[in-house]
């Protein structure tokens, strides 16, 4: 008797085996058609996102648009826009300053912009004149090597 309940349960062990692999494998596959579900809806609710947002900043758009088109159409060729010294003004010593203030700052902005391009050629001068220095070293060390 003891024989047979040992037998018996030496057939239910691989078919208890087996069960638990088909159980185990029918839960990996309906996790990954969950997360592939999941993943897909996730997808789907961020680009319903992006066009909800971008639409919306299309809308922004035209209202800020039909603003300022009104503002420049009431607004836009009254005097009220310009300032004292340049509506209307004659040349005056004003007008001559402000001309001047403008060169002035000009020629600031030039001498500094010119002062970067001259620094970054020197740069560039003074690294080909290492590189060439460099290269006639090796060259050099490479002779002597050829004749020793």
Not at 77 to 94: K, R, Y
Not at 97 to 110: F, Q, R, S, W, Y
Not at 116 to 124: E, I, N
């Amino acid at each position: 008797m003891t024989h047979r309940l040992a037998s018996t349960s030496a057939l239910r062990a691989p078919a208890l085996r087996l069960a638990v692999l088909a159980q185990g494998r029918a839960l990996r596959l309906a996790r990954l058609a969950h997360g592939r579900a999941l993943r897909l809806t996730v997808l789907a609710q961020g680009r319903a996102l992006r066009l909800a947002v971008l639409a919306q900043g299309r809308a922004r758009l035209a209202v800020l648009v039909a603003f300022t088109a009104a503002f420049v159409a009431i607004l836009g060729d009254t005097p009220v826009l310009a300032c004292p010294v340049c509506f209307g003004a004659e040349e005056t010593s004003m007008i001559d300053g402000a001309k001047l203030g403008v060169l002035v700052m000009l020629a600031i902005t030039l001498a500094v912009q010119g002062g970067f391009v001259g620094f970054f050629l020197y740069l560039r001068r003074r690294a080909k004149r290492i590189a060439e220095i460099d290269l006639d070293a090796e060259w050099s060390d490479l002779q002597r090597a050829r004749t020793s």
